[in-house]
């Protein structure tokens, strides 16, 4: 269908503004798959941030939630310590909820629109050596 297209164009200057279009177009492509590539490796980064982060937050609150027991309860160092226990807790929960929001399904989907755009960018490529065959041939 494109070699139809391409062969039907007989005006030079029409051609040549077909061509620029489709290599912006391309251009634009090429930048989104960038952009996809850096929230790729960005969020790729942060799941393994959140991941060390529960580790370390879970390990924490189970070595505070044993110590505690050792304190008489209503002493100042039971109190700090039932302090410093829900502050782990709610900082659990709050990268539990990262965790949750930052599933793997996000991942595969940005994986699948790179693999998208550079089809696109294939197709725009052979658009324009079609293009280019034909325009060279154009007086």
Do not use: C, W
Request: no cysteine; aromatic share 4%; glycine share 2%.
């Amino acid at each position: 269908m494109l070699q139809e297209l391409v062969n039907g164009l007989t005006d030079k200057p029409a051609a040549n503004a077909l061509r620029a279009k489709v290599a912006d177009e391309r251009e634009i492509e090429v930048v989104r798959v960038s952009t996809l590539n850096i929230r790729i490796k960005s969020f790729s980064s942060t799941r393994n941030n959140i991941t060390e982060g529960l580790t370390s937050i879970t390990s924490e609150l189970t070595s505070n939630q044993n110590a505690i027991l050792s304190f008489p309860v209503g002493t100042d160092k039971y109190n700090k310590m039932t302090d410093e226990i829900e502050k782990l807790k709610y900082q659990k929960y709050v990268l539990e909820s990262r965790n949750r929001d930052k599933s793997v399904e996000v991942l595969i989907e940005l994986a699948h629109d790179v693999e998208i755009a550079e089809a696109i960018i294939a197709a725009k490529d052979s658009f324009l050596a079609l293009l280019d065959a034909k325009i060279a041939t154009m007086a």
